[in-house]
């Protein structure tokens, strides 16, 4: 880690105070449970962010042309402070509740893009598995840390409203860190020559397969995020905390020890491996009134998110030429946040006309499945390296 520059340590510490406010939220459909919103409702708003999200990244190309990525994190980071701190206002299961989620997507979007961006641009592409991944640990145990303090403090009897103030003072936390990092240093090279150049990736065909699993691994984490803890409470006696808990103990243990050899694997068999642990956790949920199968189900998912996230997110960034590594940067988050959107939207009304949780989770573990023959017939058709090796 001395490799990297200061420029990745403080947009590390400023990730993770974003994130640890953003991943309270995942209390928000067990707020909306509370109001009284059926399935289908608590499945839109939480899934309806996405389209404003990658309504952004499409955008951001255009925005990221001659100007600071800091400033534009510095942007990201200010509309997601009005965002949460507009949560307060909600108290019923309205429509009112869009506008509140297409801030937080817009939000979102700039400040999960840009900061990615950013360290991509400071970093040798061969060291990229292992920055983006090792970055990723400062979002990625957010999704355990918030969700057992948001669970702890309204199980106290804080209101939700507490809950959503303290997401907005630590993104603001966030906004502050960034008056510390020079403009300068976080220019990136990445950045697309012009605004047509994210869209015009998908037309070649090695990448459109890479972005479709993408979107497959977003549809997974985002029924996870949104059913999993309704779920583990009318189904168990359990704090759906534990899931969280357990899968991020896997996954930075993953990243910490595993990532450096990333280059001397084939990549093709690694993501085709934790999309099958994702299979296998979406199976397993069939079962969790056994204790030990729960928290068997946070190991399996703490492997695929683990190592999927940052694998396929410099996989789409590395076979890609280097002018569109910005373009292609953005084109990720949108695809894995657009399955996370597809399937939460889709499946919350599977889940209210077949009555079970677990239509939504063995859709899934189909849907790993066919992203697992998809990497499969790339593999077959650019090689073993085919998702390793930049275009000629």
């Known amino acids: 880690m ?25 209390l928000f459909p067990v707020y909306l449970k509370s109001l009284g919103a059926p399935e289908s409702f608590i499945g839109f708003m939480n899934g309806i962010d996405k389209i404003f999200i990658i309504a952004a990244a499409a955008a951001i190309g255009t925005l990221m042309q001659g100007r600071d990525p800091v400033k534009l994190l510095r942007l990201g980071y200010c509309v997601c402070a009005v965002a949460f701190a507009s949560y307060m206002t909600i108290t019923e299961a309205s429509w009112l509740v869009l506008p509140v989620r297409m801030l937080h997507g817009i939000g979102f979007s700039l400040s999960m893009i840009l900061g990615t961006t950013i360290i991509f641009g400071s970093v040798k592409m061969e060291d990229a598995v292992e920055a983006i991944g090792l970055y990723g640990i400062t979002g990625a145990i957010t999704n355990a840390l918030s969700p057992f303090l948001g669970e702890t403090l309204v199980a106290y009897g804080c209101p939700y409203r507490f809950v959503f103030l303290l997401a907005a003072l630590l993104v603001l936390a966030s906004l502050g860190i960034t008056f510390f990092i020079h403009p300068a240093g976080g220019h990136a090279p990445g950045a697309p020559r012009r605004a047509s150049g994210a869209v015009r990736l998908l037309g070649d065909r090695r990448f459109l397969m890479v972005s479709v699993t993408t979107l497959i691994f977003g549809g997974i984490f985002g029924v996870i995020i949104t059913y999993l803890p309704n779920y583990v409470r009318a189904s168990t006696d359990y704090r759906f905390s534990w899931f969280f808990i357990t899968y991020i103990a896997v ?25 099958g642990a994702g299979v296998m956790t979406c199976l397993i949920l069939n079962c969790i009134r056994y204790f030990p199968l729960f928290l068997m189900t946070g190991v399996l998912y703490g492997i695929t998110h683990g190592v999927l996230y940052p694998v396929m997110n410099t996989v789409t960034v590395s076979i890609v030429p280097e002018h569109d590594r910005g373009g292609a940067n953005a084109l990720f988050t949108a695809f894995f946040s657009g399955g996370s959107m597809v399937f939460s939207f889709g499946l919350g009304h599977l889940i209210d006309y077949t009555g079970t949780y677990l239509a939504a989770f063995n859709f899934c573990a189909a849907a790993g499945g066919v992203a697992m023959a998809i990497i499969a017939a790339a593999t077959l058709r650019y090689g073993p390296r085919g998702l390793s090796a930049p275009p000629d």
């Not at 020890?257 to 934790?274: D, E, F, P, Q």
């Open 2 to 26: 001395k490799r990297f520059s200061p420029i990745f340590y403080r947009l590390a510490l400023a990730n993770f105070l974003f994130f640890m406010g953003n991943s309270l939220f995942i």
């Open 251 to 275: 996954l930075v243990a993953i990243r910490f020890t595993l990532l450096r050899a990333v280059n001397r694997t084939n990549r093709s068999a690694l993501i085709m491996a934790a999309f």
